[in-house]
Structure formats: C-alpha cells, structure tokens
C-alpha cells in the first residue's frame, strides 16, 4: 500500500524565528497588527509504500529524524493522511 504521510517541522518555541519575525514586520508595514506572532516551517508530504499505516508513520519518522529536521533546532509532527493503492 502507498501511504500519504504529512510531516509539518516547526522551530522550537523557545527558539528565535527570524522569518517569522520578519513577515511579523511585514504585516505590521501592511497595517495588519492584530496577529500575535508568527512562526515559520515546513510542510512536507511523502508518498510512503509500507504493509501498515504503523509502518508508514515509523518509516516517515525516520527520515525526518535523518533528514528533514534538526532536532537542535526544530520539532515535528506526523500525520498520515490517506491509503492508496498501490
């Protein structure tokens, strides 16, 4: 079975977001004042081929453990969002 799993990697909380800050400062040139804060990630989707959705979720885990995210740095979370055939 293909699986769609969604990895969304955001910083930190407690870490400085200079994207963030700097689309804060955009919006607030916009006259948009009424947002808080804003924070910056990734959105990423992987098509994963695996028996199980369990299976799916430990295979896209890996990956971003490897890959997609810094563990210093940033956080994820996982999601499986739909079962294809394959």
Do not use: C, W
Not at 15 to 32: E, F, H, S, Y
């Amino acid at each position: 079975m293909i699986y769609t799993v969604q990895v969304k990697v955001m910083p930190l909380k407690d870490l400085l977001d200079p994207q963030g800050k700097a689309v804060m400062g955009g919006l607030k040139n916009l006259g948009i004042t009424n947002v808080a804060d804003v924070r910056i990630g990734k959105h990423i989707d992987l098509q994963v081929e695996a028996a199980t959705k369990e299976e799916a979720v430990a295979i896209a885990e890996e990956a971003t453990k490897k890959l997609l995210a810094n563990a210093v740095m940033e956080y994820f979370e996982i999601e499986v969002k739909e079962r294809l055939t394959s």
